[in-house]
């Protein structure tokens, strides 16, 4: 009775206190901020992803009258010109949890047209048009608030809890009426957790309704909300214990903002620029020499392309092509695949760099934990790097496809028809 | 007043605490310069061989018809600034590749911070970290009991009595936590200097005297305003929480809703809308490859009254180069207008960001100081200008020698030789002289000043209200 007598109690000390209430609002208004900034990315790639498929909609139309004519242009009856002309688009569509945590989304591009010349590299897969000023310091998002705004609020509201009294010099006749000082200790610091679990909870749901989180993701919303709950505590251990130890409020206050430091500031950014020298930004030199493979492609005899060719795709060997249009159509199609497996080859060198980087930080999140829930709260929004690779992938998957599909069907000298564009269309925008 | 520094510096190296933070300060920014410097070094040992590699390879052409060597073009890699070991501004976030080639200006691309899953939301262990986040703590945690510990020991009205005067006692007490910053800050510098001794030339001290102004200021600014508090509060602790709640709003809150809010003001195109604008009014203007275009009838018809000829076949230079130098020449008017609308938004963005420094001198610090590093995206741009005046000049010279080298129109198997290849020079990247950004930052440096103004006048008045009990 005694101890939730000192948690309602708490209330008082809380609302008596501006500096206490201005943080807590501070922080709810930073997040809401932080949600509204999620949801308009969410709306505003929504809608752009919308206009392009609009856009592409109406080309296909127009194109696709090449084949209600009685007599269609030959090039729109071959199959390079028909899945060219289909402007077949990847999306990187956003997901309703981005309202959490923006995280990498603001470093590459969320839609890419993908034909036979394409690659997950080019240029297109950069971010969008943006300030990279305002990039580098970051869109405030709920993720931010809750990361780096709240371990701050937090050290507001509990940094002179206990050392008040030690300093004031009642804290013996606190000590008197509970003996057992912890509990006390941990009565009060109990109401500002529960008012944050309050304030986290109802922000996660807040942000929920912004873009209809429950009905697309719904697991989004609980593992959001575990996560916030596992790192406010996290947060409230360490603090505590800190204010157990602590003897005057300079000296918590000087202990808890060292630690802040440590943990939000220092680590991270030792960990940034430790990698940096380990693994240096990367040039991107092996890409860049697939130029110089693809333009000795141009040089090699046409034995040795279709040598390669029936290496890559050996079911056309089998083949014969029947006419010489589609014997050169072949063989220029041809070049368009062995590069691509050129650049999915140098990639590999790239992915492997990447990959390094990325193991490298994951062995850090021991003690790195804002990394750690950084990342996790990435995941959870679809905005992690490796939610970034995994399209960069599809988009690659696309390439090959398109690639396979055009040797074969040119080989098979197949003349497209309505029905044949709009399967294409089916097959590649998978 | 010197008195009472020399006094309050004695009482500072006498705390122990003091002493072991300090240390530990000190140590800390001996490990971020140092990494700074061996990682800037890294990444230029890279940037060289990545460089020469492009450059082998470009003089390795023995024969390429010159238009096809403007599609097989060349690549520049953005160097790293010497000062990016004290401030790297924008450098992780831009890209690091900018293809070059005819026809189009690409955009540069493959950022460090895209290559791998996020790390620090503020950036890497380089001095500006310390010096603007954890230095300013460091100073508000020193200077928020200074005065009032002097009121509850009875020393201020000791002073007081042996005659100091008022003002010059909260003057110096700020001056003497102010010099603790500027050693560190001094401490940094000097060491990157040393570090970097072969290298420094004098457009480099001037920008690393301008990055020590700006971080003066401020620091002066924040010593003054907690010394303010700490007349003004009867409680030390109200003195602390004041100042780090303007810790927390000036560095953590107000830059990034401001950045985020003008963004909005002055909104930025979306790269598909970008691009189809662009491809709208090129398409508008002659096509190299399109051979019914009216503009190229023109052009044609030109040509041939020039060279007083009949036909194409009679001219004696390939009318094709002409025809492709026509088309850069015209895309060239379209890329000027578009990249330039969009660096003419950036820079409206950067000058009402800039203003915030009247409410928030954290905001006129991070654009200073990241500007005199010659890591903002105003160094960025320049940059990217340079690229691209490169760019225009290694086509034109492409398409020069397609037109007059000795072929003919329509002759696209002829080729240019491996000494002409050669004799096209590399890009060779100039730093920007601060004297030509200067103007930039001026509003940066007014801010901070008026901060210090402003702080000063809050100090005198705070001094004629102080309570020496």
Redo the contacts between chains.
Sequence with gaps: MKNINLFLYEWKHFIRNP?KV??VL?LTF?AI?GLH?GASLYHKQKQ?IE??QEKVKEDRKEYRLNYTKEDPKPSAQEPIMAIWFNHIYQFKKPASAIVYSI??AE???F?KWVNVRSSP?D??????????????????DFS?AL???LP?VL??LL??IRS?ETEQGFITLVEVQHPKNTTWLLSRITFYLVLMIIIISGLIFYGALLTNLFKTMSSAFFLMLLYSLSYLLFWFILYYYILRKGKS??HN??VM?GVY?LI???I??????????KH??????DL?DV??DR?ELYEQPDSLILKNLYILIPKIKDISVSTDRAKTMAKNIGYYALANEFMKKSALAIEE??KA??QF?RATFWFNP??FY??RL?KIAKT???DYKAYRDKIQETIDKQNHTMIIDTWNDVKVDQKKYNEYYTIFSE | MWQIIKNEWHLLIRSRALLTVSLGFVLTFLVSVFLGDLQSQKQNKKYKTAKEHLREKWESIEEMNPHGAAHYGTYVFKPSNLLSGLDEGVNSITGNVLRVEGHVQNEIVHSEASQMQSISKFGKLKSSLLLQYIVPLLLIFLAFQSINSEKQSGRLKLMLMQGQNPANIVFAKTLSIWLYGIALLILSILVYTLLNLNHIYSDLISRMLFFFISYGLYYYALCGLTIYFSIRWKHTSLALTSMLGIWIIWTIFFPNILMSSVEKWHKLPSRATFNTAMKNDRSKGLDGHNPADERRKHLEEQVLKQYKVDSLSQLPINFDGILMQEDETYGNKVWDKHFGELRNVLKQQKQSYQLGGVLNPFISLQNASMGFAGNDNLHHQEFLVQVETFRRGFIKSLNDKHAYGGSKTGDWGWKANKSFYKSIEDFQYQPTAISSVFSHYIVDLVFLLFWGFIVSILLILGTKKMQIL
């Design positions: 500096f201005i943080a501070l930073a901020y900034n752009e206009r392009i995280g990498q470093q590459y591009g839609y590299y240029n297109d897969m950069t971010q969008e048009i943006a300030n990279p000023e305002r990039l580098n310091g970051g869109t405030i931010f990361l780096f705004l701050l050290l507001v940094y002179n008040l409020i300079i206050s000087l903002i430091v939000a500031f220092i991270p950014a030792t960990v940034s620029q430790y990698l940096s020298i240096p930004a990367n040039l991107m030199t860049i130029r110089d333009w760099d990447s980087k990325n930080i804002i990394s950084q990342n990435n992690h790097f490796l």
